[in-house]
């Protein structure tokens, strides 16, 4: 995801709906299910070395999108070792660097998952984290499988290695449509910042839009009246759009970089220009409504100048919307876990606000099709205080102190996956929830 920018917004000022408000949600204390979280605690610690191992491996190797080769390698190969019935898939649905791993205990119940994400960035290695998400993701599937031997508990875990997570290609999204979340009930991960601890992450939607000008060339001295320019139509779409921002909402960003603006000659009638634009915003029905106006602006560019005009418009993520059952019961396990390492501000287990971020991810496309979470976790800032996507967080990711902050995460998320498997009547609420939200049928 990119850079940190947490908002808190009233909860109540966002949701009314019945089964999304605070009262709905059933707590820990209502619950007469065995506690099982001092057990998964226990597990996670005992697997605190292997999983450092690991950690500091891929953050040392960092690996761009789809390219994540030694990642895939490292992380399959530590999930065949493992004592528990895992069920590896090298290469998974098509994609060389997606794997999936699942645990079946032989009988019919629920099916939670965890996203483990490995890829890093151009110049900057790890500097958004994904080797802390792919272990705390890790730690809350190995301890959740090991729950379920040895209480006897019906359903599965998955594991789905999402490749791709930087960019606009999404592994996750990827994956969906190739049938990987099929089957699941939930889909739980994790994502590192400096700043919030928080379940109740809401993060943007975002579109790419890829646009060329075709003119006509001339020579501007000698006959330029012959001449259709292209350039011309790319900066009247600029001014347009620029005052189109004038009445966009304040969660609306379009950003604009002109990636051909003719040639480096000055003496003639450009035949050609070209833009990329990219647009945000706090739904992706709210994307949708922006994609229109911006490109009635490059329309208006061509037709203003007599250019023809070619607009590919790119999908890229959806808003993530968290699960507040799910996300409830992160926040309760989360708070009962003691922290050697405190950072940010602690999250409270009554906490029903969501935690607006710029930021983009294809969780968020997940969180459409079936109940999630994606959390957000502070670790110790590095000397700079830089947040996620800056040097001085790639060091901070790498160190022991993170990396214990991640295991909490992985604690808290088997707590979840848990309660899913355990109590009585909250995956339908969950469900139920999710139904609501997104208005789909039973």
């Given at each position: 995801?990119?850079?940190?920018?947490?908002?808190?917004?009233?909860?109540?000022?966002?949701?009314?709906?019945?089964?999304?408000?605070?009262?709905?949600?059933?707590?820990?204390?209502?619950?007469?299910?065995?506690?099982?979280?001092?057990?998964?605690?226990?597990?996670?610690?005992?697997?605190?070395?292997?999983?450092?191992?690991?950690?500091?491996?891929?953050?040392?190797?960092?690996?761009?999108?789809?390219?994540?080769?030694?990642?895939?390698?490292?992380?399959?190969?530590?999930?065949?070792?493992?004592?528990?019935?895992?069920?590896?898939?090298?290469?998974?649905?098509?994609?060389?660097?997606?794997?999936?791993?699942?645990?079946?205990?032989?009988?019919?119940?629920?099916?939670?998952?965890?996203?483990?994400?490995?890829?890093?960035?151009?110049?900057?290695?790890?500097?958004?984290?994904?080797?802390?998400?792919?272990?705390?993701?890790?730690?809350?599937?190995?301890?959740t499988a090991r729950i379920m031997e040895t209480h006897s508990l019906a359903g599965k875990v998955y594991i789905?290695?999402?490749?791709?997570?930087?960019?606009?290609?999404?592994?996750?999204?990827?994956?969906?449509?190739?049938?990987?979340?099929?089957?699941?009930?939930?889909?739980?991960?994790?994502?590192?910042?400096?700043?919030?601890?928080?379940?109740?992450?809401?993060?943007?939607?975002?579109?790419?839009?890829?646009?060329?000008?075709?003119?006509?060339?001339?020579?501007?001295?000698?006959?330029?009246?012959?001449?259709?320019?292209?350039?011309?139509?790319?900066?009247?779409?600029?001014?347009?759009?620029?005052?189109?921002?004038?009445?966009?909402?304040?969660?609306?960003?379009?950003?604009?970089?002109?990636?051909?603006?003719?040639?480096?000659?000055?003496?003639?009638?450009?035949?050609?220009?070209?833009?990329?634009?990219?647009?945000?915003?706090?739904?992706?029905?709210?994307?949708?409504?922006?994609?229109?106006?911006?490109?009635?602006?490059?329309?208006?560019?061509?037709?203003?100048?007599?250019?023809?005009?070619?607009?590919?418009?790119?999908?890229?993520?959806?808003?993530?919307?968290?699960?507040?059952?799910?996300?409830?019961?992160?926040?309760?396990?989360?708070?009962?876990?003691?922290?050697?390492?405190?950072?940010?501000?602690?999250?409270?287990?009554?906490?029903?606000?969501?935690?607006?971020?710029?930021?983009?991810?294809?969780?968020?496309?997940?969180?459409?099709?079936?109940?999630?979470?994606?959390?957000?976790?502070?670790?110790?800032?590095?000397?700079?205080?830089?947040?996620?996507?800056?040097?001085?967080?790639?060091?901070?990711?790498?160190?022991?102190?993170?990396?214990?902050?991640?295991?909490?995460?992985?604690?808290?998320?088997?707590?979840?996956?848990?309660?899913?498997?355990?109590?009585?009547?909250?995956?339908?609420?969950?469900?139920?929830?999710?139904?609501?939200?997104?208005?789909?049928?039973?």
């Amino acid at each position: 995801m990119a850079q940190d920018g947490f908002v808190l917004v009233s909860r109540e000022s966002q949701i009314s709906k019945k089964s999304h408000t605070a009262n709905a949600v059933p707590t820990r204390q209502h619950e007469a299910a065995h506690d099982y979280l001092a057990e998964i605690a226990s597990f996670v610690d005992s697997q605190s070395e292997k999983l450092w191992s690991l950690n500091k491996f891929i953050h040392s190797n960092p690996e761009l999108a789809f390219q994540e080769f030694k990642a895939h390698e490292a992380l399959t190969k530590f999930m065949r070792s493992r004592p528990e019935r895992w069920q590896v898939t090298s290469s998974a649905c098509g994609i060389e660097t997606a794997w999936i791993a699942v645990y079946d205990s032989g009988r019919k119940g629920p099916a939670v998952s965890f996203n483990v994400e490995m890829d890093a960035l151009p110049n900057l290695g790890h500097a958004c984290g994904h080797n802390l998400i792919a272990c705390a993701s890790l730690a809350g599937a190995l301890a959740t499988a090991r729950i379920m031997e040895t209480h006897s508990l019906a359903g599965k875990v998955y594991i789905l290695g999402t490749p791709g997570e930087e960019g606009y290609h999404g592994g996750k999204i990827q994956l969906l449509n190739r049938g990987a979340y099929d089957k699941i009930d939930i889909s739980l991960i994790s994502h590192p910042s400096i700043l919030n601890n928080s379940p109740f992450v809401r993060t943007t939607a975002f579109c790419r839009l890829e646009v060329e000008f075709f003119g006509r060339a001339a020579h501007a001295a000698n006959a330029p009246w012959q001449g259709i320019n292209a350039l011309d139509a790319l900066v009247a779409s600029y001014n347009s759009i620029s005052m189109l921002r004038q009445q966009t909402q304040p969660s609306d960003v379009i950003g604009f970089a002109i990636t051909n603006g003719g040639g480096d000659a000055t003496n003639v009638i450009h035949a050609y220009s070209s833009a990329v634009c990219t647009i945000r915003s706090s739904t992706a029905s709210r994307v949708e409504t922006l994609v229109s106006k911006v490109s009635a602006c490059f329309d208006a560019g061509a037709q203003a100048t007599g250019a023809s005009v070619k607009i590919k418009v790119i999908k890229g993520y959806k808003d993530h919307v968290p699960n507040m059952h799910l996300a409830s019961s992160f926040a309760e396990h989360w708070s009962s876990l003691p922290d050697p390492y405190p950072v940010g501000p602690e999250l409270r287990s009554d906490e029903r606000a969501y935690t607006y971020v710029k930021a983009s991810t294809d969780q968020g496309d997940i969180s459409h099709a079936l109940p999630s979470v994606n959390v957000s976790f502070a670790i110790p800032a590095g000397p700079e205080r830089g947040g996620p996507h800056s040097a001085d967080f790639e060091m901070a990711a790498g160190t022991k102190w993170a990396f214990d902050r991640a295991l909490r995460v992985g604690k808290g998320m088997a707590g979840v996956a848990v309660d899913v498997l355990t109590r009585e009547g909250f995956l339908e609420m969950v469900k139920e929830e999710w139904r609501e939200r997104f208005g789909v049928e039973e």
